[in-house]
Each structure stands twice: as C-alpha cells, then as structure tokens.
C-alpha cells in the first residue's frame, strides 16, 4: 500500500541562491568578532581573564572614591585625572594581551590568506581589526572615568543641581577615553602586526611603551630637556597631564612649569595613534603570505 | 559545446628576475581536473592568480567569463580554496569557523550558520563539529578545510594537495569526497598534487606545468590509455617462465621477460583476429607449461610517464 | 649518522672486532618501545635484507621509532636489535655501517652542500674527506651545485644533500624516514633512481612512508607496521595471495563472457559470478588454482565446449592499498 504522507527528502548539496552582502558584511562580521575576541567572549575562562582583571582593577580605585566621597557627605572632591592616571599603565597591559590576539594569532595560524581570497581585502582587515581594537579599548578606558561621573551625580544631594553643575564633565570623559583608546589600540596593533608569535608581540608592546617611559624621563632628568616637551614625546605622560588639564587638576610639577597647551596634546595624541593605523596598514599590505 | 570554464591567455608573473609564469596558456573545461608539475614550476603562483592573491604582470584569465583582475569580487564568490597548508585556529571549532568563513564571503549571520552546518554534514563531521580544532586528527582537519571552501558555494573548487598526512584509508575517504564534490554537487574541482596514482583515479583531465608553461593538457583517458604491449603474470617458477617465453617466441611473437611479468607485443595496426591470435597462443603457451594465468592485461600508460623521461 | 658520532680517528683501527660474516644487515628480535604509557613499538621481529624494504604504515604507528632503534638512536625496551651482528646503541663503530636521514633535519642554510657534506665527513672520522664527500655528490647529482648554499636549494635538493651526507661513508645500511615527502614527481623518480642504484650495489635500504603509492614503486619487500606492531611483511602481491580468509575479486574479459561463466561457476573454487555489459567478474576462494582453471576453462573441451579468447584477466584486489585496508581491519 502506497502512503501518500511517507517521503524520503532530497539532503543532497544544495546550492545558495540567497544575498551575499560582499564587502561589507565580512567586515561587519570581523568587527563583531574582532570585539568578541577582545572581551574573551565565547572562549573559555582564560581568555577573559586579562579583560577582567582590567576592568574590574581599573575600576576599584573609583569605586572607592565614590564610597569615601559618598560617606563625606558630598564635601569631598572626586578628582578624575588623579584616578584614572594610574590606571593608564593597566589599560596598556590590556592592549599588549589583547593585540596579539587579534593580530598575531592570524599569521601565526595561516588563517589571513584563506580570509583574503574572500570578500576581505588587505586594508579592510585592517581597519576591522583595528576598529575592534579601540571600540574595546574605549569601553574600558570609559568604564571607571564614567562609574565615576555617574557615581558623583548620584551621591549628590540633590542630583539635578549637581547635573547643572558637573554635567559638562562628560565632554572631558569622553575625550579623554577616545584619546586613550586610540593611542593604545593604534600603537599594539601596529607592534603586533609585526610578529605571529604572540609572547613577543605583547613583550613588544608593553617593552615600547616602559621604553619610552624610560628615555623621556632619562631626556628629562638628565639632558635637561623641559618638563613640557617630555610630556609630550611619552604618551602615558601625555595622556596622565592631558588628563589633569582636561578635569582642572593640577600637581605641583605643572605648578612650577607649566604644560603645552591642551590642543597640541590633541594633535600628538591624534598623531601617534594616526601612525600607529598607517604602520598597521602598511605591515599588513607587506606581509607574504 | 560548454564554453570551458576557465581560460588563460599568455598570463605572466615576474618576481624581480625569476619568471614563475611564462605566457601561460590554458583552457581548463568543467569537471575535475588535476593540475601537476615540478615544485616550483609555477602552479601555486597560478593558483594564488586565480584565487586573486597575485597579480599577473601580464596576460589575462577569466573565470566563467569573469576576468580575474577587473572583476575581482565576483571571482571571490565563484571560488572555493582547500590551502595545503594549515590553517585552522586550535581554539575555534569547525562550526564557528566554517560558520565566520562563510560570513566572510558576505553571506548573512543565519545563512552562515545554515551553510556551515550543511557543509559540515556533507563533509562528514557531525558532533565533532563543537569541539576545538586543536583536538582534530588530521582527517577531521583536513575535513574542515574542504568545508570552509565549500560553504559559499563556489563554481570551482581549487584543492591544494587534499590528502596531505592523511593514511591510506583516509585518503580513500577524501578522494571519495572529493569526486562527489565534483560529480554530484555540480562543482568543478582543480587538484594540485604529487600523487599522480590519485590523480588517476579521480581526475578527467590533466594539466601538466613547466617551468611557467603549460606542458601538456590531456584527458586522463589520453594518458593513461592502452598501449600496444600485452603484460602477461604466471604461476610459475623461474625455469617454467623460461619455458613459456621460449615457446611463444618460437609462435613468431616478440616478447621479454621484465622482472616476474612477460611483456608481449602486439603488432601494430593488428585486426582483431591478429590480436586474438596472440591473446591465444599466450593461453595455449601457459597451459603447455603447466603455469597458472594471474593477470592477462593491455599495459597502460601512467600520468608518471610524463616525468619518467624528464627525470632520467 | 645524524648523530655526532665520532668514529676512529684517521690512522686508528676500529675498536671493535669485525661483526659476524654473513650476518644480515638488520634484524628485530621482538624489540618493544615505550615511553611512558605509550607502546610506540610492540614486539616486532623482522629481518632486512640487502635490497629496498618499504616500512609502511599511518602516522604514529611506530615507524620512525623503529628507524631511531635501527639507526641506535635510542636502546629498545625490550628485545635486540642487531646491525650486522651486533646492537648498534653507542657503537661508533656500526655507526660507519649505517646511516640514517631523520625526517625532519634542519640543514644550515648558510652552509653549502659540500661543506655540509665534509662536515659530516668530519664527524665520521673519514680519511679522505674531500674525496669522499664529493663521491656521495656525484652519486646524488649535485656536484655541479656543491658550491651553493643550501638555503637557495628546492626542496628535492635538500633531501638529496642529506642523501649525500648520509652515503658519504658509504654505509651498508640506509635508514630515511619520510625520504619522499613534499617530493614532486620527478624529484621523487630521482630519489628513486639513486636508492635503486645503492641496492643494486649491495646496500639494504629501509625507507618508510604513509603513502602507499611512493612504496609501491620502489619497493620490492613490504613490512606493514599499525598501531606499533608488525602486521605483515612480504612483497605485496605475495601477501595477497595470502589472505586466504578473503575471496579474490578477479575480472575476466573474453570473447564470450557468458559461455566462460557457465564453464567457471561449476568448480567448488569459484564463489560468486557475476556478468554485465562488458566483463564478467568472480569471486574465488583459491586463487592459485583458478589461475590454472580459467586457462582450461578458456581452451574448452571439443565440439560443445568450442576455445575462448582470453582478452582480460585481472585480479582487482591485490593492490597494496587492498592489502593495507585488510590488514588494518583485522
């Protein structure tokens, strides 16, 4: 007997007939998988342990803040640029740990030439990775400047009247995460780029930036070279007074001599991070595969 | 007559001094194709034009009748590439990675996702799928491999030598997988490789390269077909074999003993009765000598032939 | 040798007495290797002979280990291995017998050939030197590009280099690992060439490889090694032969398929017939024997049972890969 309901179903290989959106959705997709990568996300523990332990040491000192500022009844100030100066050191960690991630790791396991003879080219690898990078980057640099914005408001007596008259420090925040992050996420792309082992990738990032550090200071102390110039030529030094002077935080260095104006900060900040993207541009346009 | 699918046209690459591709000229027709020829002779840097990694200093190539230079993207969906090398991120599984594979070439998240596992299906993996690569024999890897060149449903599939570390019964599964790639999905499939006796098997035509050049393009059938030498392998001991080389000489036949097989020539332009003629002397000669027949076969030619004379 | 064995200096006898006369170049006796958990060679005995000997196998059977106890890289666990006559763990003086070409060996790049090559020489305590060293180039064919540095070489060179190194004292026995990985066809005929060359003058070779196709060629005795134990040896076509529990699939072409079919499937040999549209193919048990039936089954009997002509005959069966799956089954 026939029964006209049993079918046995064609699974043979079809062929896709649906959209392709080229270019474009393969670099949406190595975005979001640029910015997954970033937080550790869909990888087992160890690989969100580096963001985590930033975010949440970077966190704490404002935190802290907060919960003094809040007991004091409002009176004590909350000083931005002080606390986030400190942590700059711990945002560069996130980027040598991260960059190799995101960069080394595709060279080191061949997987850039398979993506290439795909909708991707050389330079929109690139730009994804490294609008990845600093979309990250600027989450976390945001994260404890912002807790601390939102926590002032909040603990403030009456926080509309607090609002009127702190409101405008968002501006400041703002800028300053994306100065941060651009710096940061320009300088490790670029370093990791240059290397499929990832060990030295974040050795080199974090060896650049101690290194800097180091020859600034030694420029400074040593060859007399102003306190001014050095805090432009070390970027952590530059965005730690940038900060300062962003929030009207003074220290008694700045007192005695005091910074380049805030606008040059910006072009040299702009400018490291801008080299950064081009080395990284121009490594990956280079590398054999 | 289908136009072929893909044709080159004097396509030329210098690096610096060293021509790897030399007014390279070639029609490459539908169905499966095997690419052979020395390392170094030019069929990775004619690939990499293909897949649209190179540049031809000159000449052109087009595929379905898309020149590879001017209209790259439209290549980039027609193509599919199994590298030789590895390739596959030890922490990633092959569902996800075929899965960002696919979406690479522009297919949306949920289609990516559909395809992969499609493909991943087609190709053998079922739970493995979720685990990290880092864990895969090389069969599953190279599994994976097939899978992410497949998922956007290319036209031609290039595979860069697909048995690589794979043991015998692993070859067998992927020479398998590979002619029902080519047979029934519809694909055509251009094979790089060593391994000639592969290529044997599941090929339809060859296109032998050389020094930047091509060399000879041929179906397999040409290649491997019939010679005029009848190879004839007894049950017999050595004194016996003489006996039986003896007496079909004595019939008028030309015929050598090469190690333990009796080759025998068959004249040519023989008709039919000449040719049974001498098919039954053998028979009558081996019985007369008490031998047993093992193997009674045209001798054919071998795609290695082609580098024999070359190598000596 | 790979290894940086120092033999006798020029001048110097041998320490050792000369090994046993007609001693084979290389026996296992029940030799086992383990490390740690892993049995990597399990209690395999065999015998090489002068001649190319195949040892074949997928990867992580044990082949290179075996390679490494013949060459007296590493010591067995259990079991003897015996080079001419003696166990060849730390004795400089088999070393000079034997030679081993490891997979994978890093070749100094800045070296040229003939450096490389003298400088393994050296190593070996050679006399002549020079003179050896460009004997062991002739033999691979590269003394015309002696001179080059090795890191300009192609990947068939290279092998060939380490070829030379390792005959430049002109062993007796061969030992390569891998010798024809990432050989192109012609390099691989080449290689060929050479080590047929060496065992026609006497030397055992033993190479090893996972790809049937490259042993098939070249060798002319087979030891087939899974899972770290030995699971046959012999010339393939004689192994075939037999596999006995397993029917033979012959195809059969004649002038009249059917007629020959008829006279074939009354014989208690013959197990299964099947015709169509070109060949007719049989299934037998004993193939030995149907190799003299079909003969007499052709020449036919008299007025009702009028001559066939045999135009195919053709075992379908007895290629290395069917002997290989079989083995692998059991």
Redo the contacts between chains.
Sequence with gaps: MSDPTATIHDLGYRRYEGPRDGARGAFDALVWQGIRTMFGIGRPFKAKSVPVFVIVVTMLPALATLTAASASGGQMPVPYGILIAPQLLLFVLYGAAQAPEMLSRDQQHRVLPLMLTRDVTRGQYASARLLAMFTAMFVVCLAPLLLLYIGEISIAKQPTAAFARMGGKIGPVLLHATMTAWVIAGVSAALASLTARRAYATAAVIGVFLVVAAITTGLNELAGLPDGVTALLDPIQALRTMALMLFGETTRGMELTPPPPLPLFLVVLVALGAAGAAGLVWRLRRVDL | MTPPLLVARDLTRRYGAVTALDALTVDVDAGITGL??????GKSTFI?IL???VEPTSGTAALAGHDVCTER?AI??L?G?M?E???????MSAA?FVT??A???????N?ARE?AA?VLR?VGLFEERYRPMGGYS?GMGQRVKLA?ALV??PRLLILDEPTN?L???G??DMLALIERTGR???MSVLVSS?????LERIAERIVLIEAGRLVRAAPVGVLTGETGTLVVE??ADAATLDAFVTGLASRGLAVRLDRQRVLVDIPDGADPAQV?HV??A???A??AC?????????RRGH??D???S??A | MSAAAVGPLPGQAPSVGAPPVGAPPLVFDHVSHWYGDVVAVNDVSATVEPGITGLLGPNGAGKSTLLQMAAGLIAPSSGGVRVFGESPVERPAIFRRVALVPEREALPGMLSARAFVEARATLLGLRDVRGAAARALALVELDLVADRKVQGFSKGMRQRTKLAAALVHEPQLVLLDEPFNGLDPRQRLQMMRLLEARAAAGTAVLLSSHILEEIEGVASRILVVLAGRLAASGDHRTLRRLMTDRPHTVRLRASDNRALAARLVAHPVVIGVEVDAHDLTVRTTDFTAFSRLVLRAAQGHGAHAPALTLYEVQPTDESLEHVFAYLVER
């Design positions: 052979v020829g020395a390392n170094g002779a990499k897949l649209g990694l993207d980039r969906a193509v590439y590298p090398h590895d390739c596959l991120p030890p922490e996800e960002f594979m979406r690479c070439s522009g297919l949306p998240a289609a395809r499609e087609h090389t992410q956007h449903d570390g043991d015998p019964a070859r067998d029934e999905f519809g060593h391994l000639l006796g592969e007894l049950d049974a098919h039954d053998v028979r009558d081996a019985v008490e031998a047993g027949l093992l193997r009674l076969e045209r795609l290695e082609l580098f024999a070359a190598a």
